[in-house]
């Protein structure tokens, strides 16, 4: 029997030639896979796709984001600056309005269940109906540590970005 270093009896267990064509254990090795094949080549000057896999699917993204980051304004862990891209300036105004009103409402009260409203909200379903091209309507369930709650939005392109142009947050 000849002596193997033990870097050469690794490499044998690993390559499969130890051990009668056994790997560790008498299983096969798995396969060691190849280079990965290039990228296919664009025509010089063309543009990277960047479009969703369907319309429908990126509403329903927005959306839940965007309900999600409305609850954390309410709860009062988010600056309402940060939805300014997607709310019509409108929407906006209520929603910092609603959430000017609770933390005076707190702080006048110190009221334990209030401090507890809109906190650990997570928005558990978005249900998506398209009235016209462009223009979408959609309810949320949002669940926090008080209670369930039903947000009703409507959400209409333009200049090719997604803007909320109602909120309704029951």
Known sequence: MT?????RAVQGLATGTANGGRGIAGTRPAP??????????????AKPSLQAVSEAAEVRAITRGTIQASMEVLAGVRPVHQLARRLD????????????????ELTRTGNPALARLHRNSIVR????????DGIYEASAVVVDDVRARAV????????QVWRIVELVIG
């Open 32 to 45: 060691v896979p190849g280079p990965l094949p290039a990228p296919p080549l664009r025509p010089p000057g």
């Open 152 to 159: 009703a939005v409507r959400i209409e392109r333009s200049k």
């Open 3 to 7: 002596a193997a270093t033990p870097v």
């Open 125 to 132: 379903s978005v249900r998506l109906c398209e009235v016209a």
């Open 89 to 104: 300036p409108q929407c906006l105004a209520s929603l910092q309005h609603r959430a000017a009103l609770i933390r005076r």
